[in-house]
């Protein structure tokens, strides 16, 4: 029996590509939430049924929609696909690989009722090693339970993406309106996502950890750092993108945001054995001068994004 139902208040997209080694960690996490009105869209590409037919074990305990789209080759073309079949007016995504914390779903009602304009609703997550072991939480630089404005958040995410993809609610007209989740960038389409939707509308940070963020040896973000000249690409498309927006600002916010991308290469070279880049991008830090160093270290949450990653890597992990 399915628990489908009439007027769902959030839609979870969930892209999935071979992924049945943490399905059902995920959805049991939407489960014990025990809530109505949720409806879950369950995008499949995977080229066997094994993903598919675990997710049909929730059937009856979730209002589960579940496509399997083999010809949707990428999870920006699956999100996209999930976000046009949701019901709706909010939404939010959950990797197969994370998963909601409890609470999390009378934190997302609390934030929508209490601000419908908002476009982005944001909060910290928890980041896991690929046994679910808490390795520390991963804040964002905004004050919170506040309206925050186009050109607060761009100055600060310009900086760096420091929106782990699963915590945020947002609106899914808005969503439709700037089109998406843009296919060609395969590493960088939530943090340009992030910020068009903050372009369209207020933002509201909560203090209220509600999902946690899984890093193993098999994410995009392991996987897709290894091309070093597309990954460094992907960011640059990016700030050439967005940076403009902040008019006479750039010129402040452009070389911290230059900087981070310069650390963001060398770390990932760094992962791969390849340390040449570290004394340079060090160079670099500190021609920024205390301003520019201020702002980077606030907004680029380096060591909150770094530490668990060393942590997971010397436990044997990646």
């Not at 699956?78 to 976000?83: A, L």
């Not at 668990?308 to 992990?317: C, E, M, S, T, V």
Request: with cysteine; aromatic share 10%.
């Amino acid at each position: 029996m399915s628990a489908t139902i009439s007027e769902p208040w959030l839609s979870v997209i969930m892209p999935s590509y071979c992924g049945h080694h943490w399905i059902d960690s995920s959805l049991s996490s939407i489960a014990a939430e025990r809530a109505t009105g949720i409806e879950v869209i369950f995008v499949d590409g995977s080229p066997t049924s094994e993903s598919i037919d675990m997710a049909k074990r929730f059937t009856g305990q979730l209002d589960m929609h579940i496509f399997h789209r083999p010809d949707l080759a990428s999870w920006h073309a699956k999100s996209n696909f999930g976000v046009e079949k949701a019901r709706s007016s909010h939404v939010c995504w959950l990797g197969v690989d994370d998963i909601w914390l409890p609470g999390r779903v009378k934190a997302a009602r609390r934030w929508i009722e209490g601000s419908r304009d908002a476009m982005l609703h944001l909060s910290p997550s928890v980041i896991m090693d690929e046994n679910g072991r808490r390795l520390g939480v991963w804040q964002c630089p905004l004050p919170t339970e506040r309206s925050l404005t186009a050109e607060f958040i761009l100055e600060r995410l310009l900086v760096q993406n420091f929106i782990a993809a699963p915590a945020p609610v947002f609106r899914r007209d808005a969503w439709l309106r700037c089109g998406g989740l843009d296919d060609t960038l395969w590493y960088t389409a939530d943090w340009d996502l992030w910020l068009k939707l903050a372009a369209a509308g207020p933002v509201y940070y909560h203090e209220c950890t509600t999902i946690g963020f899984r890093i193993h040896k098999h994410s995009l973000t392991v996987t897709g750092s290894k091309d070093q000249a597309s990954f460094k690409n992907q960011m640059e498309t990016v700030l050439e993108r967005h940076l403009p927006r902040l008019a006479a600002r750039q010129n402040l916010i452009g070389p911290v945001a230059r900087a981070s991308l310069q650390v963001n290469c060398a770390l990932a070279a760094a992962s791969s054995g390849d340390y040449t880049q570290i004394f340079k991008t060090v160079s670099e830090l500190v021609r920024l001068g205390p301003r520019g160093l201020h702002k980077y270290f606030r907004d680029s949450r380096i060591f909150e994004r770094t530490a668990p990653r060393i942590q997971a890597r010397l436990a044997g992990h990646f």
